[in-house]
Nanobody
Framework: VQLVESGGGLVQPGGSLRLSCAAH????????VSWYRQAPGKEREWVAA????????NYLDSVKGRFTISRDNARNTAYLQMNSLKPEDTAVYYC?????????WGKGTLVTVSS
């Protein structure tokens, strides 16, 4: 069982990045997917979630209108499109998949927003 995030990097304020979360070894289309982030010196916080079939999404207030979570169950992959990035979005971003007590995490990908 594995979740692998990719797509992080250094971007200027106002820029965009798309994070990917590739799932391996479990029935991905049964699982709710969430993105979390952890900024330096802060606790991990939830950012966005999408239900198993992709019909419902939810977002942290501070990213609403800027971030979009999506998934492609045929590719066992989830995404987080991040636009209008701000320095306060700098963090390690983690992918999580959850289904009836089964809880999987990736190792994270670093996003740095700086000029």
């Amino acid at each position: 069982v594995q979740l692998v995030e990719s797509g992080g990097g250094l971007v200027q304020p106002g820029g965009s990045l798309r994070l990917s979360c590739a799932a391996h070894g479990f029935t991905f289309n049964r699982y709710t997917v969430s993105w979390y982030r952890q900024a330096p010196g802060k606790e991990r916080e939830w950012v966005a979630a999408i239900t198993s079939a992709g019909g419902n999404t939810n977002y942290l207030d501070s990213v609403k209108g800027r971030f979009t979570i999506s998934r492609d169950n045929a590719r066992n992959t989830a995404y987080l499109q991040m636009n209008s990035l701000k320095p306060e979005d700098t963090a390690v971003y983690y992918c999580n998949s959850y289904y009836i007590g089964m809880d999987y995490w990736g190792k994270g990908t670093l996003v740095t927003v700086s000029s």
